[in-house]
């Protein structure tokens, strides 16, 4: 069920789930099994606002991967743009890697559905969101390295230059006299 902030406003196929029915539960957008509990997430910044984006259903491996290209290709491209949104996307995309080796599990279809399933089509950085989503992760990314190069430069640096200032408040102070010079 997803939450309030998490609904998109666009009617969602997954979200008309089959009733379950039997002892064996099917994939819910092709009826194929086996299936398993699938949760793919994605975020779309837009600068002021934000949307995360979530698919959760009952999925055979051929409509999970489907459904985690599109949507990691999706959040690639579309994820980035936003104050929050820089920290959310990176997170979103790691979260939907734990949900890909969880829908590598799930073994090939043995029976096939009352549908096709979802093409899984290339993988995502195949596709040319992919690619192009390549260039926001790869500036964060150079962003984030050198803010920690830059931080433990700066630590050390104020460790060296602690005496320094010492050493020149005291020959500058009037107050600062040589006891043994009386
Ligand atoms: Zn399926």
Redesign the pocket.
């Known amino acids: 069920m997803p939450g309030p902030y998490q609904q998109a406003p666009t009617p969602d196929p997954y979200q008309q789930a089959q009733p379950y029915s039997g002892p064996m539960e099917g994939?819910q957008?092709?009826?194929?099994v086996p299936?398993a509990p699938v949760t793919v997430r994605g975020h779309q910044g837009m600068i002021v606002v934000m949307r995360s984006l979530r698919r959760k259903g009952t999925?055979?491996r051929?409509?999970?991967l489907a459904t985690f290209r599109e949507m990691q290709a999706d959040t690639m491209v579309q994820g980035w743009w936003g104050p929050m949104s820089v920290v959310i996307t990176p997170i979103t995309l790691l979260i939907n890697l734990a949900a890909l080796s969880t829908i590598r599990r799930i073994p090939e279809?043995v029976a096939a559905?009352h549908r096709p399933?979802?093409n899984p089509g290339k993988s995502v950085f195949a596709r040319p969101r992919g690619i192009l989503g390549l260039v926001p992760l790869c500036l964060v990314l150079a962003v984030v390295l050198l803010t920690v190069i830059g931080m433990a430069a700066g630590s050390g640096e104020g460790d060296g230059a602690a005496p320094a200032v010492k050493v020149g408040a005291c020959a500058g102070a009037p107050s600062c006299v040589d006891p043994w010079s009386s």
């Open positions: 994939c957008i092709c009826g194929a299936a999925m055979c051929t409509c999970g279809p559905g399933p979802l």
